[in-house]
């Protein structure tokens, strides 16, 4: 596909036929630390809300906030349902999509959020599990991004920040009030012009990332048996 294509064209990648409709809800965040842009936030634009291709799709931007971002997910989810919950952020230093395996129950944070909070050695859940592993087929999404030319791989750590605190917030919500709800994380490199030695991708081929793996969990491909395991 052209680097530079509309947000049609990248959703068009997503079609299929013959498949019930599949609601998933993907969410991004605002910017934050000091940066001026988010890439999640670039890429949600790109995303046509509605009915396409076999997936009714909803975005929601979310704030960089340890009280806010999972209670507006929770809120979105009990007007309007939905089957899966793909959330987006920020990894600057990663050179590809990550898409996340591992939510942990610890809220430890480097800077503060957008709201000046800043919890240190803090649970997520207060008596919650230690962590949850993601409900969608990570590896089969990390294959279908790759499959579609984009930079690619699983990732064991979705850090202690707002990120990790979103996924294991969600993981804990739909194990304890909405069975059958799947829940999944991908963290993005920086955007072009953030920064000048770490990798970048631009906000298209995000979305183009993005509806790979749409139709990835559309078509329900199954998780390969390959290793996508991490030295240390």
């Known amino acids: 596909m052209r680097a530079a294509c509309n947000a049609k064209e990248i ?7 013959d498949r019930p409709m599949l609601r998933v809800l993907v969410t991004g965040f605002e910017p934050f630390g000091g940066a001026s842009a988010n890439p999640s ?3 949600l ?14 975005t929601l931007l979310l704030p960089t906030s340890f009280g806010e971002a999972a209670g507006r997910v929770i809120g979105a989810l009990r007007d309007d ?3 899966i919950v793909l959330s987006l952020g920020l990894a600057g230093g990663r050179a590809g999509l990550t898409v996340e395996r591992v939510a942990i129950n610890l809220a430890d944070a480097r800077i503060a959020d957008n709201d000046g909070v800043q919890p240190i050695d803090r649970p997520v859940v207060p008596d919650g599990p230690a962590a949850y592993f993601a409900t969608l087929p990570v590896k089969a999404v990390a294959a279908s991004i790759r499959d579609a030319g984009i930079a690619a791989s699983v990732s064991h750590s979705a850090g202690t920040f707002v990120c990790n605190h979103l996924l294991y917030s969600m993981l804990h919500w739909a194990a304890t009030h909405r069975p059958g709800l799947r829940c999944g994380f991908v963290h993005l490199p920086w955007l072009p012009g953030q920064h000048a030695t770490e990798p970048t991708m631009d906000a298209v081929t995000v979305a183009r990332g993005v509806a790979a793996i749409l139709g990835c969990l559309r078509d329900d491909v199954p998780e390969p048996q390959v290793a996508e395991g991490a030295l240390s």
């Open 11 to 17: 959703i068009l990648a997503t079609e299929c036929n």
């Open 41 to 43: 936030a670039e890429a």
């Open 45 to 58: 634009p790109l995303l046509a809300a509605g009915t396409i291709g076999g997936i009714a799709l909803r």
């Open 81 to 83: 349902p939905a089957d």
